[in-house]
């Protein structure tokens, strides 16, 4: 169940294409020569792209007979890039979402419990993006490799208090709960199209995978479906 599912694939495809040939037709309405085969203008420039993605849902079974159902949701995130060629790009991303979940665990006498909450990722990685034409209209395979932050948002321990100095006010105080996290290098793959909307603007949509790797629970994966609106620039 680590892969994303034939519903919310078909549904994040229909949705990007729709955005895709949106932006699109008001390109050919503000440009006299687009054109999806018209050459590129990428090399040497520097790009910058805000994202959407979709995380599928996936089931995760750890070593303890515990288990996690994880729903899906939209994360969000940034990226900044560099085309060394028309074919080449390297991007650093970051990206961040709230997941909610549901898990089977056992409680300290041994006996099976079932909960839920939310937990909150943050991943930083570098993407490495090959294109197959240098076409202002292409498609293209990207591989992934980065870190992976987790906190889960269960209580790790009493509440603690930590005391600072403020130069106007003096000590000041606040409590905070510590919470159980983790983090681990993760990696991937997308595989989607782009298109470069005049000379400046860019839009991509991509669907792929994204693995974890774990002490406790192997090397689980999640379904991505991911839409980007970009800018180029030098």
């Known amino acids: 169940m680590h892969h994303l599912t034939k519903p919310a694939l078909t549904s994040y495809l229909v949705l990007s294409l729709f955005c895709l040939g949106m932006l699109t037709g008001t390109a050919v309405a503000a440009d006299d020569s687009p054109s999806f085969s ?3 203008n990428r090399t040497d420039k520097w790009e910058f792209s805000l994202i959407a993605q979709y995380i599928s849902s996936a089931s995760i079974s750890f070593n303890d007979d515990t288990s996690a159902d994880l729903n899906d949701t939209i994360g969000w995130g940034f990226g900044v890039g560099y085309n060394f060629n028309e074919k080449m790009a390297l991007n650093f991303n970051v990206n961040w979402s709230n997941i909610s979940y549901n898990a089977n665990y056992f409680d300290e006498n041994g006996a099976s419990k079932t909960g839920g909450g939310n937990l909150y990722g943050s ?24 870190w992976q932050y987790i906190d889960t948002d269960i209580a790790n321990g009493p509440p603690q208090n930590a005391c600072w100095y403020y130069p106007y006010y003096g000590y000041i105080c606040n409590g905070y709960q510590p919470t159980y996290s983790a983090d ?13 909307v005049g000379q400046a603007m860019f839009i991509k949509a991509s669907v792929g995978q994204q693995y ?18 970009g800018w180029m620039f030098k």
């Open 212 to 229: 974890l790797n774990t002490d406790n629970a192997g090397t689980p994966a999640v379904g991505l479906g991911r839409l980007e609106f």
């Open 38 to 40: 018209s050459p590129s």
């Open 123 to 146: 991943n930083a990685n570098l993407a490495f993006t090959y294109n197959f034409m240098p076409k202002r209209f292409t498609p293209f395979v990207t591989g992934v490799i980065g």
């Open 184 to 196: 681990n290098y993760t990696y991937g793959w997308l595989g989607g199209v782009r298109f470069d």
